[in-house]
Antibody
Framework: EVQLVQSGAEVKKPGESLRISCKGSGYSFTSHWISWVRQMPGKGLEWMGRIDPSDSYTNYSPSFQGHVTISADKSISTAYLQWSSLKASDTAMYYC???????????WGQGTLVTVSS | QSVLTQPPSVSGAPGQRVTISCTGSSSNIGAGHDVHWYQQLPGTAPKPLIYGNNNRPSGVPDRFSGSKSGTSASLAISGLQAEDEADYYCQSYDSSLSGSVFGGGTKLTVL
């Protein structure tokens, strides 16, 4: 069974750094891109960017370029999303998702809720 | 403002058929990129409903169907059931942005 298991909820203060994770199992981790998707409270889905775990090539939505960093450690089948300086506006649910080719997202993680508040 | 445009809400009575539109442009749907649909029940992660314009993943009832024409796509749900009440999102690839794009989402209410 394919699973994407994300790290737990986080509560942070503005200016703090954070890295959340997404561990894949049940498939060849290096054979499928992983994307990160943001969902702000009461809002829709926003694609943030993706990584090819085989070579760590990334590309980002222009809306998120420079604000977050996506990385992966293929030795432990885990992708990451990190911030160097959080803002209150980063408060959201974050999902990782496994691509089929360059197209659809066949599997999703359970989501990680990030709350940024002073 | 989402790159793909969906109606904010649709509604229908049990047993009826509803459609949800997804309008894009020449850099995404109109460029020939596939459209995919997801269902998000309250408090849960999105679930794939339709991929490659009109294909259903295993386990998705045939009450759900997709189509695409020009710069638009549609999701149709027939035989509406109370359990279909959820948010629905379309997704495609945008050549100008070099990445995936989502519609703003449509809330389906079963009356």
């Amino acid at each position: 069974e394919v699973q994407l298991v994300q790290s737990g909820a986080e509560v942070k203060k503005p200016g703090e750094s954070l890295r959340i994770s997404c561990k894949g199992s049940g498939y060849s981790f290096t054979s499928h891109w992983i994307s990160w998707v943001r969902q702000m409270p009461g809002k829709g889905l926003e694609w943030m960017g993706r990584i090819d775990p085989s070579d760590s090539y990334t590309n980002y939505s222009p809306s998120f370029q420079g604000h977050v960093t996506i990385s992966a450690d293929k030795s432990i089948s885990t992708a990451y999303l990190q911030w160097s300086s959080l803002k209150a506006s980063d408060t959201a649910m974050y999902y990782c998702a496994r691509h089929v080719g360059a197209g659809w997202f066949v599997d999703w993680g359970q989501g990680t809720l990030v709350t940024v508040s002073s | 403002q989402s790159v793909l445009t969906q109606p904010p809400s649709v509604s229908g009575a049990p047993g009826q058929r509803v459609t949800i539109s997804c309008t894009g442009s020449s850099s995404n749907i109109g460029a020939g990129h596939d459209v995919h649909w997801y269902q998000q029940l309250p408090g849960t992660a999105p679930k794939p409903l339709i991929y490659g314009n009109n294909n259903r993943p295993s386990g998705v009832p045939d009450r759900f169907s997709g189509s695409k024409s020009g710069t638009s796509a549609s999701l149709a749900i027939s035989g509406l059931q109370a359990e279909d009440e959820a948010d629905y999102y379309c997704q495609s690839y945008d050549s100008s942005l070099s990445g995936s794009v989502f519609g703003g989402g449509t809330k389906l209410t079963v009356l």
